[in-house]
């Protein structure tokens, strides 16, 4: 591809052999990418090297702390940040190699799936997400989860889509929302009412709000998962945080 903008790519990965060779393959376009593996017990790295030579090997420290190495080993003052489990869409690809960057940054959509099903409703279908930014005018949002990139200047909004293959099979959903769970408890110990009341009542509300507010029904039984995936990340925060003040 022909690119008048030059970005580097950056990649935080641990254990996604199954993942980031058509991560990279999707931004094989780039005039850098830059893989931050922490410590990979299976061939993710091996992988990685195939389409890179700056991998980089860390101990976890978060996702922020990982986010913010990446950021800045990147050497190119345009920026595009990517998940393992997400590719970039061939129009988006062409956009951002060369479209006129006005901007200091940009918004992009992500196009979510669930167990192979793209999810359009439960909020999930106008999730739009800043991951393109110069580096000069971008900082790494440091929280344990729901971390994010704040950018110092004016914001666009990009056409093209992210493909994000969020939860592959079921196994992988209940592994995951029992990672973020447990990161939102930590940050929100402090501050979060936990009673009988409290465990009861979020769940329910947080099936509702996604199933019915945000639309979740128009998805069918996916969008029913989906859904119920939101109320017992609910609850097992609240349980959670229990747990925490006992010990």
């Known amino acids: ?11 935080i990965a641990g254990n996604e052999e199954d993942n980031i060779k058509d991560c990279l393959e999707s931004v094989a376009w780039a005039d850098e990418i830059i893989v931050v593996d ?21 101990a976890w420290q978060g996702y922020a702390n990982q986010k913010a190495f990446a950021l800045e080993a990147a050497s190119n003052e345009w920026v595009l940040s990517l998940d393992a489990d997400e ?18 940054g940009y918004r992009i959509k992500r ?11 439960c909020g999930w279908g106008r999730d739009y997400q800043v991951r393109l930014f110069r580096k000069s005018r971008t900082t790494v949002i440091d929280r344990p989860v729901h ?18 293959y969020s939860y592959r099979t079921l196994k992988e959903a209940f592994a995951k929302i029992d990672t973020y769970s447990t990161l939102e408890a930590k940050e929100k110990a402090a501050r979060m009412t936990v009673n009988p009341i409290t465990m009861l009542c979020a769940p ?13 029904f128009i998805d069918g039984t996916y969008g029913a998962m989906v859904s119920l995936m939101h109320a017992l990340t609910k609850l097992q925060v609240r349980m959670k945080i229990w747990e925490m003040r006992k010990k």
């Open 147 to 164: 971390e994010g990139f704040r950018v110092d200047g004016a914001m666009g909004v990009l056409n093209g889509a992210i493909t994000h």
């Open 1 to 11: 591809m022909n690119s008048k903008n030059k970005v580097s790519v950056i990649v």
């Open 204 to 216: 329910p509300l947080a099936f509702l709000h996604h199933f019915i507010v945000r639309r979740g």
């Open 38 to 58: 922490s410590e990979s017990i299976d061939r993710t790295v091996e992988i990685a090297r195939r389409y890179t030579p700056n991998v980089h090997t860390r």
């Open 111 to 121: 196009e979510n799936y669930f167990l192979g099903k793209r999810i359009r409703g």
């Open 87 to 104: 590719r970039i869409q061939p129009k988006l690809a062409d956009e951002i190699a060369n479209t006129d960057l006005s901007f200091d």
